[in-house]
């Protein structure tokens, strides 16, 4: 879990950024689409996979009619829509490992961009499962304004893995399958999350090379910048 609530804060800081905020809600309503599509269903409560994206979005504040949009979008016949997900595995500069998740309706283009930004960066891009081991898969639940006690006593019958505090903001770990449970708890109780998302949580970091932190810094920007990588996750402190 080291480092997590770091790489948290950054991404929360970052989506703070008004030039970000539109690229962030394109990403977010395709995620939403193909949510829609794989379950089915536009209602969140039939879909849980939907309702782990809309909690997504609203952690990001993402205006409703957004989200409406892109479940009518989902629930259409278009086949502009056809998305597949993918993660791409590999090692930036340093040997920092790097997962990205992308939806991409063209995967030839998809894995030759995210290669491309490997190799610039003086890294590699590498097979299924070749970095994957130094991650947990968890759903993050981050709450301000709360204390440790104050939450354990609400999720005192809740599937959670972990709770922590830095810096006033109480992180909340659990397994992907109980994300949405553990969501609703806190909805019922009126608890407002700072974001909630299922992340790839390194279990240990890396120290990055001064020498090398421009490179890799320009890797995450690359990944970040690109229509289909909605998320990248990583190992450095």
Request: aromatic letters at 6%; proline letters at 3%; hydrophobic letters at 35%.
């Amino acid at each position: 879990m080291s480092g997590h609530n770091k790489w948290s804060k950054i991404h929360r800081k970052k989506g703070l950024a008004d030039a970000e905020r539109s690229n962030v809600y394109t990403k977010i309503g395709k995620e939403i689409m193909v949510a829609v599509k794989l379950g089915g269903s536009g209602d969140p409560e039939n879909n849980s996979k939907l309702k782990e994206v809309i909690a997504k979005a609203k952690s990001n504040n993402m205006p409703n009619d957004n989200i409406k949009r892109a479940i009518a979008k989902g629930l259409g016949d278009s086949t502009d829509n056809n998305y597949e997900a993918m993660i791409y595995e590999g090692y930036g500069p340093a040997g920092i490992a790097v997962m990205v998740e992308a939806l991409t309706n063209n995967k030839n283009r998809t894995a030759g961009d995210v290669r491309s930004y490997f190799d610039k960066s003086g890294g590699a891009l590498g097979v299924s499962g070749s970095v994957a081991f130094m991650f947990n898969h968890l759903g993050v639940i981050n709450v301000a304004n709360q204390t440790e006690d104050s939450l354990l006593e609400i999720l005192l019958d809740s599937p959670i893995e972990d709770l922590s505090t830095e810096d006033e903001m109480v992180t909340i770990t659990v397994k992907p399958e109980n994300f949405n449970a553990v969501l609703t708890v806190l909805e019922q109780n009126n608890i407002k999350t700072e974001s909630a998302n299922v992340e790839w949580v390194p279990t240990s970091t890396v120290a990055i090379p001064e020498e090398k932190s421009a490179s890799f810094e320009r890797l995450i920007d690359n990944l970040e910048s690109n229509d289909d990588v909605q998320a990248v996750y990583h190992n450095a402190e």
